[in-house]
């Protein structure tokens, strides 16, 4: 197994990964965190472009599921108005939210990815539950809890530099 510290890939946004990218992967469950990954910590609304892709991969064959360790309500009613699917209470980086999404839609974990913007929950989950990751950088570290948590992932994403999806500009 992988060392579940590092992501299998990593992108500039959720926005820089493409259905055509997972589907050559052989990608078919993507797995989502919420926050600071699709929308800010102090929102539920996404950019039009986030609201785009989104659309894109819903139509793209791929099952996009919300998989976030939130307990407020805002991620539900987020996905209930986006048409999405979504697991709460995650607990990630334990394995067992992730697990749970990939019995809820029958796919096998080597045909999973799960994208999120923490390593210590996002990657090191995802890697643990065997699924490939995706990296993708804080849409606002507007806290000093958020800004050290970073600071303390500084050495996994340099030595992930190189992993970085085809067509994403650095």
């Not at 991620?75 to 979504?86: A, M, R």
């Not at 697990?99 to 643990?128: E, K, N, S």
């Amino acid at each position: 197994m992988p060392f579940p510290l590092l992501p299998t890939w990593t992108a500039s946004a959720v926005t820089a990964i493409s259905a055509d990218f997972l589907k050559k992967q052989g990608i078919r469950l993507l797995m989502l965190d919420f926050d600071n990954t699709i929308v800010p910590y102090t929102t539920n609304i996404p950019t039009g472009e986030v609201q785009a892709w989104l659309e894109e991969m819903k139509v793209s064959g791929i099952t996009v599921c919300v998989v976030s360790n939130s307990k407020k309500r805002r991620v539900p009613d987020f996905c209930e108005k986006q048409g999405l699917n979504c697991i709460t209470h995650a607990k990630k980086p334990f394995s067992g939210g992730i697990r749970q999404c990939l019995t809820r839609f029958g796919i096998p974990a080597t045909q999973a990815v799960l994208v999120g913007d923490q390593i210590y929950t996002d990657t090191l989950g995802g890697g643990c539950a065997g699924v490939r990751t995706i990296l993708v950088n804080a849409i606002d570290n507007h806290n000093i809890w958020l800004k050290l948590r970073h600071i303390a992932e500084l050495p996994f994403i340099f030595i992930a530099k190189n992993r970085r999806i085809p067509h994403d500009e650095p």
